[in-house]
């Protein structure tokens, strides 16, 4: 079993940056695949960002050049830094955590941007 809690969710105004952490248990996080996916109201959860254990890392179009995927395994950590935030990007975030097949969520972070 899997762990996740997430944090650094607010409110912030357009154009504004948030980092979003997710830490992680387990003796194994550096082989984990981790993930930020996020729901807007009346939406499906959609993926954010992906990082490998190679540090391999994918993102949606929609997010591109503006967030940016990391972890630190010696913190079993994944963050997602988010810059030049747009209202459409308010939604709740999710941590994810992909460990032999099985994932694995946190109970997620709102993010609300708005002036």
């Known amino acids: 079993q899997v762990q996740l809690v997430e944090s650094g969710g607010g409110l912030v105004q357009p154009g504004g940056s948030l980092r979003l952490s997710c830490a992680a248990s387990g ?3 550096r082989f984990y695949k981790m993930g930020w996916y996020r729901r807007a109201p009346g939406k499906q959860r959609e993926l954010v960002a992906t990082i490998t ?6 993102y949606a179009d929609s997010v591109k050049g503006r967030f940016t995927i990391s972890r630190d ?3 079993n950590t994944v963050y997602l830094q988010m810059n030049s935030l747009k209202p459409e990007d308010a939604a709740v975030y999710y941590c994810n955590a992909v460990v032999q097949s099985i994932w694995y969520w946190g109970q997620g972070t709102q993010v609300t941007v708005s002036s």
């Not at 254990?53 to 994918?58: E, I, Y």
């Open 27 to 29: 003796s194994i996080f």
């Open 53 to 58: 254990s190679g540090l391999s890392t994918d």
């Open 73 to 75: 395994n010696a913190k």
